[in-house]
């Protein structure tokens, strides 16, 4: 082997050391991106599932814990704007989240604002804990979920 192929060898050999453990780390880090922005989607269903719970008759909840569950989705969603900003190509986790919600992020993260802010309604509307006060809020908030997800998830394959 002469010393210029030689070069050539060790140098291709070294830029793969370096170069696949880098290619591993992007694709870890969309996954840990799709997983955390998963994450908040379950622990908004969980606050959702406490409230709904209450709204049916089958748990009793005072009205401090019903107020916290509603602020849990409000800061849910807040936090939600940053972790789906930027997509995740080469994520190797499942997601449903489609192209749309990067090709129309304005109108995803108005979705998010609605969402925010019907949560602070409930909010408020929980302080009471009448169930009467609180269903329209909780109606309307549903429909922003159902409403998000019929135009930014793919179904379930
Ligand atoms: C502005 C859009 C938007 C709103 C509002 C929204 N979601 Fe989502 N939701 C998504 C997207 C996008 C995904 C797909 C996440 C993924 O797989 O990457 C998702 C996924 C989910 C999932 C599945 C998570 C998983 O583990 O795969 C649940 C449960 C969920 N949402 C519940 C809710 C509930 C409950 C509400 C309302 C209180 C809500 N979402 C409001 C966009 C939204």
């Known amino acids: 082997m002469n010393i210029n192929r030689r070069i050539g060898v060790i140098t291709a ?9 880098l290619g591993l780390e992007a694709n870890e880090e969309a996954d840990h ?8 989607m379950k622990a908004t269903a969980a606050h959702m599932g406490t409230l709904g719970c209450y709204m049916k008759g089958k ?7 019903l107020k916290r569950a509603a602020h849990g989705i409000a800061l849910m969603g807040r936090l939600s704007i940053p972790a789906y ?9 499942k997601t449903t989240s489609n192209a749309k919600v990067w ?6 993260e ?7 802010e019907r949560a602070q309604a409930l909010k408020r509307a929980a302080a009471s804990g009448e ?4 269903g329209p809020a909780m109606g309307m908030l549903g429909k922003t979920c159902k409403g998000c997800h019929e135009t930014f998830r793919d179904k379930k394959k």
Do not use: H
């Not at 830029?15 to 453990?21: D, G, I, M, N, R």
């Not at 991106?33 to 908040?40: A, I």
């Not at 748990?59 to 814990?65: A, E, G, I, R």
């Open 131 to 134: 169930r009467g006060q609180m």
């Open 103 to 108: 090709a129309e992020w304005n109108q995803f």
């Open 33 to 40: 991106k799709v997983r955390y922005r998963k994450d908040l």
């Open 110 to 116: 108005k979705g998010l604002n609605t969402m925010v």
């Open 85 to 93: 900003k930027s997509p995740t190509p080469g994520a190797t986790v």
């Open 13 to 21: 050999l070294i830029l793969a050391t370096f170069l696949l453990p």
């Open 59 to 65: 748990c009793q909840l005072p009205p401090k814990v």
